[in-house]
């Protein structure tokens, strides 16, 4: 069976330096960081003290009764108003359509970690007795995609992931391919992550993986940059309505790019460091290009997973260069993480949208805070400042911990 086109129709977004697709793209263009010291709870005593948090929420602009947004965490709020985002952003009318043949594909890192913070703390303090009867509902992965499709009536292919880091991406690919062999003609898919908590954030500081510049937390998510010391939580939600281009055409869709390609691969080593070798990431971003019918000069930009830790940066960049070769020198590759923080679950879904505003725009985002450059990180992160340059393919890197790699690759569409 022929593969089936699958184009992106809209674009929808909760991020810490802006609420919709075009707050985000404008943010990232300008190098503006969202971190800051921590508000959701006082940090005092954590090693890291800082974040990227969502600012300016008000979800009631699409989950619209006090009844719904008591039953859902906050990672499910973000999916729930990035999807009915997408929809709109997307001119869907969804009374128009087949239910069954729109689906629903978002996963979470997480899940709700405040949930199961708060509810422990109650079991602790008052017994079993006065647990929440939404405790397991609230906090279970799925129902990032589960209230989607209650919100919204669809009733097509529903499922989540949860692959750490690299959740938005395996989203946004196996969702391709569920339109690909026609499961369906659409589909929303992404991440969701909201676990600046303290738990999240205590459970990272043990892992000595989060930054410590607490004085200047707008400059602390430095990916590639020699001076980096770890990453910067980031919370949000980045969803896209991916479509078949016949369905597309059919109801006069505007369309933002094509999803070229989906890899995806394990490292097989070991459960928070990635291959030294950098083997898995580079395989995944070579099936990325095979399953696109793609060759290696064909890559104009990497949008890379970039975390602003020493050896994600070090080994993200070594598996460019295994699998380019000295075109690698020649590849313009940031990191948005240096303004979005790391949104862990949702990061693949907001990196996602970044990549196909810049097939379709030309414009590649910066890498900002990028000072000192690092021997072992030589390529080209645009520093600083967003460029021009003609960007036909961008590939945007998805890596998370266990070994999980995903990488999708984007193009210019053409009718």
Not at 200 to 219: H, I, Q, W
Request: hydrophobic fraction near 40%; aromatic fraction near 6%; charged fraction near 20%.
């Amino acid at each position: 069976m022929d593969k089936r086109r699958v184009v992106v129709t809209g674009l929808g977004a909760v991020t810490p330096v802006g609420n919709s697709k075009d707050e985000l793209w404008k943010s990232l263009l300008a190098g503006k960081s969202g971190a800051g010291k921590i508000t959701h709870f006082d940090p005092t005593g954590f090693d890291s003290q800082i974040a990227c948090e969502v600012k300016n929420f008000d979800a009631s602009r699409y989950i619209t009764t006090a009844k719904e947004l008591r039953r859902m965490d906050r990672f499910v709020q973000f999916a729930v108003y990035g999807a009915k985002m997408a929809m709109e952003d997307a001119g869907l009318d969804i009374t128009k359509e087949d239910p069954y043949r729109i689906g629903v594909l978002v996963g979470s890192g997480i899940g709700g970690l405040k949930v199961i913070q708060d509810q422990t703390l109650v079991w602790k303090e008052k017994g079993p007795s006065r647990l929440g009867p939404l405790l397991i509902p609230m906090l279970i992965v799925n129902m990032a995609p589960g209230q989607i499709s209650i919100s919204c009536g669809i009733k097509g292919p529903n499922s989540c992931v949860a692959t750490a880091c690299a959740t938005g991406n395996h989203s946004i690919g196996e969702a391709t391919r569920l339109i690909q062999h026609g499961y369906a003609d659409m589909m929303i898919c992404g991440g969701t992550e909201a676990a600046i908590v303290e738990t999240g954030v205590g459970g990272f500081c043990a892992l000595t993986a989060l930054s410590k510049r607490n004085d200047a937390p707008e400059k602390a998510s430095r990916p590639f940059d020699k001076g980096r010391d770890g990453f910067v939580m980031g919370e949000g939600s980045g969803i896209a309505l991916l479509e078949s281009l016949e369905h597309a055409k059919k109801r006069g869709a505007k369309i933002y790019a094509e999803v070229a390609g989906y890899g995806m691969c394990g490292d097989a080593y070991h459960m928070t460091a990635p291959d030294p070798n950098g083997e898995g990431a580079a395989m995944c971003m070579k099936l990325a290009l095979q399953d696109g019918g793609l060759k290696l000069e064909d890559v104009s930009y990497i949008n890379a997973h970039g975390t602003s830790t020493e050896l994600n940066d070090k080994i993200e960049t070594l598996a460019i260069k295994k699998l380019f070769g000295k075109q690698a020198y020649k590849i313009p590759v940031s990191s948005t993480k240096s303004m979005t923080g790391h949104c862990l679950g949702a990061a693949g879904g907001i990196e996602f949208i970044a990549s196909v505003k810049a097939v379709q725009e030309d414009i590649i985002p910066p890498t900002i805070n990028y000072e000192t450059p690092d021997p072992d990180c030589d390529l080209d992160y645009v520093p600083n400042k967003a460029r021009s340059a003609k960007v036909n393919v961008a590939i945007s890197n998805a890596f998370g911990f266990g070994g999980h790699n995903a990488c999708i690759a984007v193009k210019k569409f053409l009718p």
